[in-house]
């Protein structure tokens, strides 16, 4: 097509139980250069909140119960306006801005369709890596007899469609067949790596993994820029990042300030949290946290304030009340008042962690080098290494911080989980980050030092 010919196109989304994505796909193709496109999702019965994180985007909705990849696509197509049909999947994330432009302005005449690239995260899997990186080059191609096509990140003219829809039939590879019918007629197909997306995981199913690791570290080597290659990020600035502060009664008063003001300070000093909620059992708590700039809605039932109530339970309470009023984080942040002596910048660090290497959650941690044991039974048992010199050891006990700054899916928190199966951890370097204002000692050292702490704090990081 030529530059002066602005088609509308339609983006096809298929979904199911993409929750964990589709808020970072969805970003990305609004974020688009080109002006005139429509977005149609066609959901197979999610049991998830991926229909509710949908509707936050202008977006239409077509649900379908017995799902065949074919039979989605057509259905969808049908409920579309555009003169070009775009195919994405609700897991691959656009690369950058100019991705739908680069696909639509390949469609000339005698073009069937155009498949773009498809490129690994960083935390994909050596052997997905290898199957993204060794099916989808850096070249441009162009295909007369190949019936290679992938409709996870495609487009093709509606005209096309019209004389060659979709296999409503077949279980799997629905664009090869049709693929291989339009060639078939006389037309060609584009590949083109500049329409990229980000694929999490690979297209082969190869369990492989020491065979692809060879592999991927062969391709690394050969090409100095294969870091741009290998694996991208999601931003977690794409992401609606709500910070969690639960808190029983009132705040206590430390150095000076209410106990709060430090917790909500780190959390609004945050460039990845977008919401700061406070989830309290005391109006007085709540109306203070408001005039702090916090969010805190409701206040919650007294019975969750009760000494047996774990705070995964109080997260889950919090979770159902922000969602139930429309508010619907992809990443949730806990951070209890108790933690006065946060480092300016440990919150920014985990959330980029945990996007980076794609864990359900990470957890803050404080290295234990001294000798540890814990009762199994009647017995002591040693958890650490002996007393050697810590250079020595080969392994560490780490003491988790929970409430500095867990970074979680909201998906665990509803289960009544702080932490899903996939955890990493980040070690907190500070001594002081562990201390908690808990118990009369606890607060009562904290309100010694921590004005001069944190004073301390503000300080460096204006120096440095």
Request: charged share 25%.
């Given at each position: 097509m030529t530059s002066s010919e602005i088609p509308l196109v339609s983006v096809i989304v298929r979904t199911k139980n993409e929750e964990k994505w589709?808020?970072?796909?969805?970003?990305?193709?609004?974020?688009?250069?080109?002006?005139?496109?429509?977005?149609?999702?066609?959901?197979?019965?999610?049991?998830?909140?991926?229909?509710?994180?949908?509707?936050?985007?202008?977006?239409?909705?077509?649900?379908?119960?017995?799902?065949?990849?074919?039979?989605?696509?057509?259905?969808?197509?049908?409920?579309?306006?555009?003169?070009?049909?775009?195919?994405?999947?609700?897991?691959?994330?656009?690369?950058d801005t100019n991705w739908l432009k680069h696909l639509v302005e390949n469609l000339e005449d005698g073009i069937a369709g155009v498949y773009g690239r498809q490129e690994p995260l960083s935390f994909s899997?050596?052997?997905?890596?290898?199957?993204?990186?060794?099916?989808?080059?850096?070249?441009?191609?162009?295909?007369?007899?190949?019936?290679?096509?992938?409709?996870?990140?495609?487009?093709?003219?509606?005209?096309?469609w019209e004389e060659v829809p979709f296999d409503e039939d077949v279980t799997n590879i629905e664009d090869?067949?049709?693929?291989?019918?339009?060639?078939?007629?006389?037309?060609?197909?584009?590949?083109?790596?500049?329409?990229?997306?980000?694929?999490?995981?690979?297209?082969?199913?190869?369990?492989?993994?020491?065979?692809?690791?060879?592999?991927?570290?062969?391709?690394?080597?050969?090409?100095?820029?294969?870091?741009?290659?290998?694996?991208?990020?999601?931003?977690?600035?794409?992401?609606?990042?709500?910070?969690?502060?639960?808190?029983?009664?009132?705040?206590?008063?430390?150095?000076?300030?209410?106990?709060?003001?430090?917790?909500?300070?780190?959390?609004?000093?945050?460039?990845?949290?977008?919401?700061?909620?406070?989830?309290t059992d005391n109006p007085e708590t709540a109306e203070l946290a408001e005039s702090l700039g916090a969010w805190a809605p409701f206040i919650r039932p007294a019975q969750l304030s009760e000494d047996y109530v774990s705070v995964s339970e109080v997260l889950r309470y919090s979770i159902e009340m922000v969602e139930g009023l429309g508010v619907l984080p992809d990443l949730v942040v806990l951070m209890q008042e108790t933690y006065p002596f946060r480092p300016r910048g440990c919150i920014d660090s985990m959330v980029e962690k945990l996007v980076r290497e794609g864990l359900d959650s990470l957890v803050p941690v404080r290295a234990e080098h001294r000798l540890a044991w814990f009762n199994h039974g009647e017995e002591a048992r040693q958890l650490a290494e002996g007393a050697m010199p810590r250079r020595y050891k080969d392994s560490s006990v780490y003491v988790g911080l929970l409430g500095l700054g867990c970074v979680t899916h909201p998906a665990f928190l509803r289960e009544g989980e702080i932490l899903g199966p996939n955890v990493g951890i980040q070690e907190v370097d500070d001594a002081l980050a562990s201390v908690e204002a808990r118990g009369a000692s606890g607060v009562e050292f904290v309100d010694q030092v921590i004005a001069r702490w944190w004073a301390k704090d503000v300080s460096d990081t204006s120096v440095s």
């Open positions: 589709i808020t970072a796909c969805l970003g990305a193709v609004f974020r688009q250069t080109y002006p005139d496109f429509e977005v149609i999702v066609v959901d197979n019965g999610s049991t998830d909140r991926t229909l509710e994180r949908v509707a936050q985007f202008d977006v239409q909705v077509v649900n379908i119960d017995q799902f065949l990849p074919g039979r989605a696509l057509n259905l969808g197509i049908r409920e579309s306006k555009g003169e070009v049909i775009v195919c994405l999947s609700g897991h691959c994330v656009p690369v899997s050596d052997g997905d890596k290898r199957d993204l990186l060794t099916v989808f080059g850096l070249d441009r191609k162009i295909h007369v007899n190949d019936y290679f096509f992938h409709n996870a990140n495609s487009a093709i003219p509606r005209s096309v090869r067949v049709w693929a291989k019918e339009v060639l078939g007629l006389g037309y060609k197909i584009i590949y083109e790596p500049l329409a990229s997306v980000y694929h999490y995981h690979g297209i082969n199913h190869n369990h492989d993994e020491e065979r692809a690791r060879n592999i991927v570290r062969i391709l690394e080597s050969m090409n100095e820029s294969s870091a741009r290659t290998i694996g991208g990020d999601i931003d977690a600035r794409d992401l609606r990042i709500m910070a969690i502060v639960p808190l029983r009664g009132a705040s206590r008063q430390c150095g000076g300030r209410q106990l709060i003001e430090y917790t909500l300070e780190r959390a609004f000093e945050s460039k990845y949290i977008t919401d700061v909620l406070v989830s």
